[in-house]
């Protein structure tokens, strides 16, 4: 059989999915990774990749989040790298757990991303620094709402000078193409148990109620961001929510505000946190596993042209419906 035939029947059954997922109201990434990792398994146990040898007993761990901070991305077979919040979760209790573990030294190279996982990685962020590791941030090029956001319970935060960071904020968005269905004659049938049931329809208009709703949602998220930049950094929320208008800012402009404490790169970051630490600690970070079908190495990339993964890999990472997001747009 040859690869573009096995490639075809293996898109041909991934669209069939994605359509009976969509029209049941699921949303492709949680329950696309819950439900494909009987099939494609990953060897859950981390497994560390040495960096700097030094002491086994004082070790500092390297994490990286890098690109959009969303669930059910990295989960599935036409992507073995790029962010994956379940495996950054699960990274960070592993080392929140291992008493050889002094610092953390995470690399946040994003525009920032879901709410809801920007708090989930905040809240492990925390509990590690009441298991008493240090916690340092380097920040790559950009390290943006969301990605400010995750970096805030550190000790130390380093940025260059032309990181983009700030966009601090919260931001909710949606299409609505009801007048040029109309031009086109497509009407739509809603049936609907409540007024709101179809808030932020694409196909209607929004209404002030609709919009007071929203916007009501926004503002305790946008309450939450400030809060944890005020907890983390030590600042009064009036300053905060001056600094906190979705603007962004450069790493220079990051340091004179307070948004971080020191310019300087990642070996920057790693050397202060070393000399913190003390002694000769040893450097690790952990290697991304290999996907597995029934136990043998498995990915579906090599089966098939870059066109056809680049297709199916954004089909299954399609979000459908608005979501609200610490994210900075261009």
Do not use: C
Not at 51 to 59: C, D, N, P, T, V
Not at 63 to 85: K, M, R, W
Not at 116 to 126: G, N, V
Not at 206 to 212: A, F, G, P, V
């Amino acid at each position: 059989m040859s690869k573009r035939i096995v490639a075809s029947i293996i898109a041909a059954a991934l669209l069939i999915f994605a359509i009976l997922t969509q029209s049941i109201g699921l949303v492709m990434s949680d329950s696309f990774s819950e439900s494909s990792s009987n099939m494609l398994a990953r060897d859950e146990a981390p497994k560390e990749k040495v960096m700097e040898r030094g002491s086994a007993q004082k070790r500092i761990a390297r994490i990286s989040v890098e690109g959009t901070i969303l669930s059910g991305q990295g989960t599935n077979p036409f992507s073995d790298a790029g962010y994956n919040h379940q495996r950054l979760l699960d990274r960070l209790e592993t080392i929140k757990k291992d008493n050889t573990v002094k610092g953390v030294l995470l690399y946040v190279n994003s525009p920032g991303g879901g709410v809801f996982e920007s708090a989930e990685i905040h809240k492990e962020l925390l509990e590690l620094k009441e298991a008493g590791k240090k916690l340092y941030v380097s920040m790559g090029s950009m390290a943006a709402s969301g990605g400010y956001y995750i970096s805030t319970p550190a000790d130390q935060i380093y940025a260059s000078k032309q990181t983009l960071t700030g966009s601090l904020g919260v931001i909710m968005q949606s299409v609505n193409y009801k007048e040029l269905a109309n031009e086109y004659g497509v009407k739509f049938n809603t049936i609907k148990s409540g007024e709101f049931k179809d808030i932020m329809s694409p196909t209607s208009d929004m209404t002030q109620e609709d919009r007071d709703i929203l916007q009501s949602l926004v503002d305790d998220s946008y309450q939450d961001f400030v809060n944890v930049i005020k907890n983390g950094r030590d600042m009064s929320e009036s300053k905060v929510k001056d600094l906190a208008d979705g603007r962004i800012y450069s790493g220079k402009q990051a340091l004179d505000n307070g948004l971080i404490d020191q310019l300087g790169f990642e070996e920057d970051a790693l050397s202060a946190l070393k000399e913190e630490i003390g002694g000769a600690p040893q450097v690790f970070e952990f290697k991304s596993g290999n996907p597995y079908m029934f136990g043998l190495p498995f990915n579906v990339k090599s089966f098939m042209p870059n066109s056809e993964v680049k297709w199916i890999q954004e089909m299954i990472q399609d979000r459908q419906g608005p979501t609200m997001m610490y994210l900075y747009t261009d």
